[in-house]
T-cell receptor, first 113, second 112 residues
């Protein structure tokens, strides 16, 4: 059973637009929610992360919005650029197991020039 | 500083054969993880080493998979005998204690 559900599977956005990727979870024991960015031929790399005690975290053009009651979180990429084209994975971790992550199925983002 | 490296980058084998994947973590990282992504699906945790000890192997699919980390340095993941459903991308990651995991580029395994 997939612990973290991610949508959409693929996304095409025009340069300068906003990219939005959504994730949902059921396990209320999750306490850390990272997003990973993967370029072709590379491994996933940590992009930004949030804990459930805040509703939003922003780093540059990347923002995580977190809705604890709905058990949903999303990644927003403002002013999307062609260099943002990559596969994005959301993930979650249980508070008493620091090392084990549950990943979403990935979203392939294509930002058109 | 060199990142996590994995070898080979691609492997194509026939059903029933054996394949061994290798991971070299970042120097000084005691934690080493193996993950797998079957095409289009989520990245799934396989197991976690702390130095040479298996800390958590709850994600290993079955006894055809054997992971080792001799001397607490590099790790190998052996699949014997390989089945069609073993195809996918195998990622290795490493970390220091309670620090972010750094992923390698993965090994794409195709079982025909």
């Amino acid at each position: 059973q997939q612990q973290v559900k991610q949508s959409p599977q693929s996304l095409i956005v025009q340069k300068g637009g906003i990219s939005i990727i959504n994730c949902a979870y059921e396990n209320t024991a999750f306490d850390y929610f990272p997003w990973y960015q993967q370029f072709p031929g590379k491994g996933p790399a940590l992009l930004i992360a949030i804990r459930p005690d805040v509703s939003e975290k922003k780093e540059g053009r990347f923002t995580i919005s977190f809705n604890k009651s709905a058990k949903q979180f999303s990644l927003h990429i403002m002013d999307s650029q062609p260099g943002d084209s990559a596969t994005y994975f959301c993930a979650a971790r249980i508070e008493n197991n620091f090392n084990k992550f549950y990943f979403g199925s990935g979203t392939k983002l294509n930002v058109k020039p | 500083e060199a990142g996590v490296t994995q070898f080979p980058s691609h492997s194509v084998i026939e059903k029933g054969q054996t394949v061994t994947l290798r991971c070299d973590p970042i120097s000084g990282h005691d934690n080493l993880y193996w993950y797998r992504r079957v095409m289009g699906k989520e990245i799934k945790f396989l197991l976690h080493f702390v130095k040479e000890s298996k800390q958590d192997e709850s994600g290993m699919p079955n006894n055809r998979f054997l992971a080792e980390r001799t001397g607490g340095t590099y790790s190998t993941l052996k699949v014997q005998p390989a089945e069609l459903e073993d195809s996918g991308v195998y990622f290795c990651a490493s970390s220091q204690e309670k620090s972010p995991q750094f992923f390698g580029p993965g090994t794409r395994l195709t079982v025909l």
